[in-house]
Every structure is written in C-alpha cells, then in structure tokens.
C-alpha cells in the first residue's frame, strides 16, 4: 500500500491517523490545511489549491489527510485505500475545543503557516454542522469509490485503533 487517503469531519482524527500511518508505514504525509490555507487565515486561489493537492497526489506515495472535497475525486483515483473517520459530533466537538484550547495563540504543526489557534465562532458552527452536510456528501463519496478502491469506515476511536493494529500487522 503506497497511498491512503483520510478524510472526515473536524476533530475526527484525521492527522493524527495520518501522522501515526505515515510513521509506521514509512510514507510521507501530507496535510491538507497548509494547502488550503496561504497563512494568516487567509484561503488560497481555489485554482492554486487545486493545482497543490493534484500535484501533491501524483507523488508516487503518501497519507494524503483532509477533506478538500475539490480534489477529493483526484486523490481517490490515484489511492490504494480511502479511510473515512466517521466519528460522533461528541466526540468530534470534544476533540475541536481542546485543540483550540490546547494550541491556542500558537501555529499547529500539520497547519498552514501563522494561522494560530483560536476559538472561532463560525468554525465551531460549522463544526457542529458538519452532520447534516458535510458528513452527508462524504457518505456519498464513499458509496461512489466502494468497489472502486479499498475502503474503510471507522466509527470509533476502538475501531481506529483496532484498524491500526490490523492493519499494520499485515
């Protein structure tokens, strides 16, 4: 397996899965938000960021993580294996406040440069709202690749961890 795909809703998980596939497989990662986002909270050209993923996709190996559902089809065309984080808005929420709290003022590592943590209001609605979006249209991706491409829904963090060991034992 030389490229896996994570997407999923914010606080899911996914560049932490990312991050642990890419260290134990040896592949290398790469994040989507400093794709997306030029620095200073400022969104990159929708043409640039498109450009970017694809480029950033035909590397011949990755852990590709983030949702980007622009070049989502893209990546999942060159991928060996979709995982889906499909966790609960609970847990998703839990996961959304502590990372603000816990780098808050400061530049996460799998971010876009100078684009610290804070608690935003609209970020957390759209969090929140994530269920009745967004969750939805990456259901609908995942029918549509099923068959198509290896692909893995986990709906817990026992799932994820019992997906890493399995899959890594392999």
């Given at each position: 397996m030389q490229r896996i795909m994570v997407i999923g809703g914010p606080g899911s998980g996914k560049s932490t899965l990312g991050r642990k596939l890419g260290a134990r497989m040896g592949l290398p990662v790469v994040h989507m938000d400093p794709i997306y986002w030029l620095g200073d909270w400022v969104e990159?050209?929708?043409?640039?960021?498109?450009?970017?993923?694809?480029?950033?996709?035909?590397?011949?190996?990755?852990?590709?993580?983030?949702?980007?559902?622009?070049?989502?089809?893209?990546?999942?065309?060159?991928?060996?294996?979709?995982?889906?984080?499909?966790?609960?808005?609970?847990?998703?929420?839990?996961?959304?406040?502590?990372?603000?709290?816990?780098?808050?003022g400061h530049t996460r590592p799998d971010m876009g440069p100078n684009c610290p943590e804070r608690f935003d209001r609209a970020f957390l609605e759209f969090c929140w709202s994530y269920d009745s979006n967004g969750r939805l249209r990456a259901l609908r991706f995942i029918d549509d690749w099923r068959g198509r491409r290896n692909v893995r829904v986990l709906t817990s963090r026992r799932q994820v961890e019992d997906f890493l060991s399995e899959f890594l034992a392999r």
């Open positions: 990159r050209d929708k043409t640039e960021a498109m450009r970017l993923a694809k480029e950033a996709a035909d590397r011949p190996e990755w852990v590709f993580e983030g949702n980007h559902s622009a070049s989502m089809a893209y990546r999942a065309e060159r991928a060996d294996l979709i995982v889906f984080l499909d966790m609960p808005r609970v847990l998703r929420m839990w996961r959304v406040l502590w990372r603000s709290l816990r780098f808050h």
